[in-house]
Each structure stands twice: as structure tokens, then as C-alpha cells.
């Protein structure tokens, strides 16, 4: 993957000057025309993941339908269908609100969209199956969501595709560019991996939810928060950035970073019944620093 512009050295610089912020953005809204920009990178990881994620949802389809493997739910198929349609008005919406209104992509992306595009496929199994079954509607929709996301966010797809080029708008932070969607799918495969095998082997699957709605909504607060509100703000490093660890800069806020703490408070006792009392004090004591930290260092 190239390296970043190095006139850019800290990734959240751009955000330090508004009217350079949006004057860019109306430059370039759909991040297509920047010379710099090497999309080979993107083209060749659609490449590799592109068949893998059809290998597996078509893989699971046709174990089902032999009965290697419990059936899949057409109702949450249905469903996540509906919810992919709906996150694709939510992204117009939003992208205009980018683009009429100057408002900032981080905003809309973590508290319009993030939350309900992220959770979907670990969500939507817990409506329609339980037991077992949960894992296994979990990986197929989570194939599917990550085809959909090469269908309508790849840039050679988006080059032909007004609407969708329209609608990345939303999700395409400038910082980010052009590497938003090779991140987003990365972000999304590691957390796939981490998630998978405590659905797989926890009794009580519901609880595994907990870090998940924690990460996108106290995080999803956190980010436009700090840059709305930060007044205390403190640097850190990322655990990975430009294929170094605990490399780059970024500036985070005590106020953002509280948003996660709080989040991760609410969400352990919204779910406190799944816990015995030991349990509950030492999530309660544990979990809200863990996961603050863990969204400092996050890139």
C-alpha cells in the first residue's frame, strides 16, 4: 500500500483548518480525480477478497441446502436485504447533508451511519434464530455485507455508478483517502475474527454484543464529540499506522475518550441481567478503561 501524502503527517491535520477542510472536499467530493491517489492498491484487494467473501456466502448456501449445515434464515436474509437498502438512503441523506449543508463527513459517517451498517449482520441473526444458528447466519450475512460494500464502494464500481459514487460521499473521510474502503473491510475482517469465536463458544451469545455496541456508539460519539467539543486533548499513537506499529500522531480529547468510558458504563448495565453480581462489579470495574484505551490507540 503507497505511503500517505507526507505534506500530511498527522492524519487528522486537515481538520485543524475548516475552510481548507470543505474547500477540498468541493474540489474533489468523490476523491476520483486526485492524481496522487493509486488505485491499484483497492483493485487488487477486491481481487482477493472479492472471491473469497462469494466462495463463502455461496459455500454456505449450498451447505444449507444439502443440510451440511443448519438452514440459513430467509427472514433475516430478507431483512438484512431491507437494512442494506435503507443504510443506502441513509448515505444519500447523509452525503447531502455533506455537500449542501458542509457539514463533516466524521460526523454523519459515526453518528448517522456507523452504528446501523457496522451491527447488521451480528444483529439481525438475534431477531430470527437462536442457538447455534446465530453463528451461522452470522457468517453468511457478514459475507454478504462485505460484498455489498465491494458492490457499491469499490471505486470502479463508483466511477459508473452516480448514486453510489453520490452516496460514499458520507462514509469517504478525507483523511482516509484513498484507502477508505481497504480499511473499513480490514476493520471489518478483524473484528469479524475477534467476535466469531466467543459467538462460537459463549453460552449466553447475547453478550457479545457488549463490546460491539460499545464500539460503535461510544466510539461513534467520541469522534465527533472531540472535534465538536475537545478542549483537553492529548496525543497518542496508533497501534498501526503506515505499515509500522505504534507509529503516526493523533490528537485525541478527554471529552471524546469519556464518551467511550460512559457508553461501555451504560451498555454492561443495560445487559447487567446476563451477569452474576461478581461478574457485573468486575466488567463494571475492567471494561469501561479497557475499551476507552483501546479506542486511543486505534488508528
Excluded at 111 to 138: C, E, M, S, Y
Excluded at 188 to 213: G, H, S, W
Aim: charged share 20%; glycine share 6%.
Amino acid at each position: 500500500m503507497p505511503k500517505p501524502d507526507q505534506s500530511s503527517p498527522r492524519p487528522m491535520e486537515i481538520h485543524e483548518d475548516l475552510d481548507k477542510y470543505f474547500r477540498v472536499l468541493h474540489e474533489d467530493p468523490y476523491g476520483l480525480e486526485n492524481p496522487d491517489y493509486d488505485w491499484k492498491g483497492e483493485n487488487w484487494f477486491v481481487a482477493v477478497a472479492g472471491p473469497v467473501y462469494l466462495l463463502i456466502a455461496a459455500g454456505m448456501v449450498l451447505a444449507s441446502s444439502e443440510g451440511l449445515i443448519p438452514t440459513l434464515s430467509f427472514p433475516a436474509f430478507i431483512f438484512f436485504i431491507a437494512a442494506a437498502v435503507f443504510e443506502l438512503l441513509g448515505k444519500i441523506f447523509c452525503a447531502h447533508l455533506v455537500l449542501r449543508y458542509n457539514i463533516r463527513i466524521n460526523f454523519v459517517r459515526k453518528l448517522g451511519l456507523r452504528p446501523w451498517r457496522k451491527l447488521q449482520a451480528f444483529i439481525i441473526p438475534f431477531f430470527f434464530v437462536t442457538g447455534d444458528k446465530i453463528l451461522i447466519d452470522t457468517m453468511f450475512l457478514f459475507s454478504l455485507g462485505q460484498l455489498k460494500t465491494i458492490a457499491t464502494e469499490w471505486n470502479v464500481i463508483r466511477r459508473q455508478v452516480p448514486i453510489f459514487r453520490f452516496a460514499f460521499v458520507s462514509w469517504d473521510r478525507l483523511e482516509d483517502r484513498p484507502y477508505s474502503m481497504r480499511y473499513d473491510m480490514i476493520e471489518d475482517a478483524l473484528r469479524f475474527l475477534i467476535y466469531i469465536p466467543f459467538i462460537a463458544l459463549v453460552e449466553n451469545k447475547i453478550v457479545t454484543l457488549i463490546p460491539q455496541l460499545v464500539n460503535e456508539f461510544g466510539d461513534g460519539l467520541a469522534e465527533p464529540v472531540g472535534l465538536r467539543y475537545g478542549k483537553h486533548r492529548y496525543k497518542t499513537k496508533a497501534i498501526w499506522y503506515d505499515g509500522k506499529f505504534w507509529n503516526g500522531e493523533y490528537h485525541r480529547s478527554i471529552e471524546g475518550s469519556a464518551m467511550v468510558f460512559l457508553v461501555t458504563l451504560a451498555v454492561i448495565l443495560w445487559f447487567s441481567a446476563a451477569f452474576t453480581m461478581p461478574q457485573l462489579m468486575l466488567a463494571l470495574l475492567l471494561l469501561p478503561a479497557i475499551l476507552t484505551i483501546a479506542e486511543a490507540i486505534s488508528p
